[in-house]
């Protein structure tokens, strides 16, 4: 790792101030994928801005049809919320398929969704139920958020505050996860929430995060695996590596999209 | 830059100046002297290193020390009773024979009970996917999860176990 | 038995220090005012260096020295050797090319060795290793083993062709006309993926120089610290021998890789020296992935020759196997005498031929990794004799009896080299068999696919030799030392034991199986024993730990030990109780005067023998022996694993449902430590079968997989609980009866694996069997609904 000055500060404001007069900060909050990064020198960030004593950034609440969950609450914390199960369990099941027991005792939600890594499980989560996204100075809606690989809506300078949820009727993930780094080759989250239902796909995009159209409009008509039976995935925009060639991953989006609308019916 | 971190660590008050890219591995080997935490990859995955913190099992392979301050932190050596008696999970490791060369055990041991603490009666299935975030090149896991099954047992009937 | 003899399964003495973070690994040792090395590595698979500037790196604030090739010249440091010597079939020897402890001239792979930054803090080193300037003139990647001996580059300048050496073995004549006249010719082509053996531990050193006894210390993690020490002495120069103490103390898992003799160890020694402190290195994990040796790496034809009656006439195979850049330690010989000595399994088969292949690559050298050739032996023949099976519409069991060679056949010679003296493969077919429940195999596969699974069942029955020894054996097919090993026990005036072997524990338990061992023999309580290994300052020159080896052959040193205090004993006895020594008795530590009352304790001997007031001239005070043990023939532990999966055929996932093991080990000292030998090696056969696999991009050189990220270790959730039993034919070869047990799992597992999945997708694939894989042979060729 290279050296870094360290802060820690006690408010959102504090932190964006951080920010701002940094020559190249990066919030901290669970670390799991900006810490290994630096450890491979992949990264040379001059200061880090540890969030974890900002109040107020932790915590899952729900108002009526919208689960919120703070920036800095742990992806186990969310996994094991009698909230979450009660409203969005295919959320809190996406929850505890990330990473290991020790990833996810540390990871947070809004890290994973400011990062944006185009094989993480959170980004289908947030396109997939149309969440919004809660930053210090605005709401980001989930169609605007994601903007390829890595990429965000964020400013330089914003910091995530929230996830908003709106709780939908039924919802389902269903995941391949890489057999060794245990991220996502695939993973599909479906939702009818709304009066529409949602597809979206994680970890097989070249461009990150994406929608299927045609499988939202099958299963809005019937939402049943065999609606999306015969819908294929073009390979064509899918990444393909050691682990899954971009036709193996478009077979698996159908496969995983049919296992969680099975799942979301379940 | 140089930061002081103090914390608990198995129970002893320690501080420490520190570079702020100090992992808290690092702290607890270099500074410390509790090489007992081992450092098996780069990459967050092996779990040689998973200690406590706040009575929660991580990598302390990817958390700065600075993250760890004010924290309560246990190690494997901090495991153990003070006169030296097993924790039930270590003793199930050396009655099933879960350890071979002993590298990966510190982790293995502390990740085990931080899945008895969350999940008091696991299954195999359970106890094999929580320990997906630790690899053991030597056991081929069965003694281990064998291990991990009989100390839940002991863990939930503490008295009947005596 | 008793509860803590032989066949006892005691818990293990070591345990306690490692359940409490309390052991002692290289990286936990720390030396007073050491330095800490980082390397300057290769990015670049093949190239002529054209500079090296160190400038910038040195000023770097605690930088103590930035080493090169150059300085290893100027030194006059010698290079890494290989220690074992095969001859093409034209009779020429090897062409082994120069292996420079820091590069001189190219860079032949990706973690090659360039320069070596010396500061006073790791984060220092690894700052300054980032500003080492080296320009690289670069060359053609030779990263494809099947292409390597037709490749425009050569790796080394002076071996144009890439190949070290075109072995073979056996009557290639006679194995042709057996082909000839054969009613049935199966034939496959295999590859043996690359694996990486990752130890858990990552390799590290300690070389601390002391001034004032002009002498080295090097702490190390090493399965064989006399040889490290050998090999730095007379080979690299470091120093003579008897300067040179190399200390390998807790060993985080070996698998082979840590048996060789690496630049990075060499160059920790050389640099203290330089420096004037001691210096120290440990692997990050990328680095281990990098510049570990690599195990396996073969492309071969395989092809059996079966009579109209269903019994074998014939096998042969021709193989190219990946040596690497470099000719590692023993990399010679894991492709050719630990291979085809093995190409005749459990079976009778008159005639069989083997043509090896050894290619150079722009990749880290390859060497051993468990089991060592015999893996991939094994692969050859099970994946044969399977294949045959389904092609002759014949039970795969039955099969393999009809061929197997029988109790009343030893001592078998097959036609490669080996004796087979014992054995009985039936007994542990049949309870394979019966563990496997193979009976039910049909409803379950049935059931399978009424779950819209597909269910397949593989059998591997496997053999391997063990040992490898005895040494005039070894020497005559080229090894450049012997292999035997020692061992000494020294009683304590006080009664207590201390032994010392020359073999070294890794994981393996010795500390416990051995104390049990002699505990037994002498009597006294296991407690009571303590065994000491991994210090050339304490131990007798040993060998070592590999090749499943430590029990059959350092076991069988420290008997014979044992057997040289009892006599010793003897004397001491017959002078205390005025006896004969020819009436004296030994059993259950005590010696008794026959026809007598009388008896004492080897305890009261030890004692005796420590305070000998009264001895005669001729008897010895002391009670400490050291013996050497050279054994008359390899170990031939052998077999029969069953491995039943089912194919998910929505995504080609391969889970294993379940799986066999029955190993005739001879007889077993420690069932609880073999028993978790077997499940490790049975890991690492199903992660090379499932998930492993090492690979180089062909164009760049450039190493793919190089982490845990895409380098895919077998973890808990991959695999099920295992099955295993044991059947026993005492081994005639050794005085303990022991074959050895360290590699049998990862030996027989690839091939019980493979036979299971490709029973059950109905087609050929290579290994590993990947989810794409296995879904894309699905969707080319999907089989029939049952």
Redesign the interface.
Known sequence: ???FDYTRPASVADAVAALRSAEDGKLLAGGMTLLATMK??LAQPSHLIDLRAVPGLSGIARDGATLTIGATTTHAAVADSGEVRAAIPALAHLASQIGDAQVRNCGTIGGSVANDDPTADYPAAVLGLGATVVTDRRRIAADDYFQGLFETALEEDEVITAVSFPVPARAGYAK?PN???RYAVVGVFVAAVGGAVRVAVTGAGQSGVFRVAAMEQALAASFTPEAIADIAVPAGGLNGD????AE?RA??VG?MARRAVAAAIG | MTLTVSMTVNGKAVSRDV?P?TLLVHLL?EHLG??????????S??G?CVVHVDGRSVKSCTMLAAQADGASVT???G??AAD?T?HPM?EA???N?G????????GM?MSAVDLVRTNPDPS??E???W??G?????????????AVLEAARTMRQPAAAE | MTTDGIGAPL??K??????????N?T??INRPGQAYAVFVRSPIAHGRIRSVDTADAAAVPGVLTVLTGADVAADGLGGLICGWMIHSKDGSAMKAGAHPVLAQDKVRYVGDHVALVVAETQ?AAR?AA?LVAVGYDELPAVADTAGARGASSAVHDEIADNTCYQWELGDQAATDAAFAGAAHVTTLDLVNNRLIP?????RAAIGDYDRGSDSFTLYTTSQNPHVHRLVLSAFVGIAPEHKLRVVAP????G?GSKIFIYAEETACLWASKRVGRPVKW?A???ESFLADAHGRDHVTRAELAIGADGRFLALRAHTTANLGAYLSTFSSCVPTYLYAPLLSGQYKIPAIHAAVDGVYTTTAPVDAYRGAGRPEATYVVERLVEVAARELKMDPAELRRRNFVQPADYPYQTPVIMTYDCGDYEASLDKALDLADYAGFAARRADAAARGKRRGIGFSAYIEACGIAPSAAVGSLGAGVGLWESGSIRFTPTGTVVVHTGSHS????HETTFAQLIASHLGVEPGNVEVVHGDTAQTPFGMGTYGSRSLAVGGSALVKAADKIVAKGRKIAAHLMEAAEADIAFADGKFTVAGTDKEKSIQEIAFAAYVPHNFPGDLEPGLEETAFYDPVNFTFPAGTQICEVEVDP??GVVEIVNFVAVDDFGVVVNP??V??QV??????GVGQAL?ENA?YDTGSGQL??G?????????????P??KVGLTVTPNPSNPLGVKGCGEA?AIAAPAAVMNAVTDAIGQEIQMPA???RV??AL?AAPMAAE
């Open positions: 790792m290279y050296a491979q020198r391949f057999p060794a780094s050691i682990h899954a060639s193996y077979h698996l496969v | 570079e890219r080997r509790l090489t007992g935490t081992h450092v098996g990859c780069d990459t995955q092996c040689a190690t494997i050596e495991l153990a030296g097993l270590q490791f050396r009655n024979h350890l071979q060369c002993g590298f990966c055990t510190p041991v195999e299935h106890v094999r996917t320990l997906e630790n690899i053991c090149r030597c056991t081929g896991y069965h003694n281990i999860v064998k | 818990r293990r070591e345990d306690y220090r490692f359940l409490t973070g309390r052991g690994y990286d936990d984060a700052d980032e990752n130890a858990i531990e990552p807790d060993v985080g898992g698998f440990t990050d994990r990328s890794h994981g393996q338990g929505d995504t609880m430590i028993e978790g499940h490790g090696g049975i890991a690492q998930c690979v793919v997989t982490s845990y990220m895409d380098y895919r270790m077998p973890r808990a959730d991959d695999l609980s295992f799992g990947t989810a794409e879904w894309r969707a």
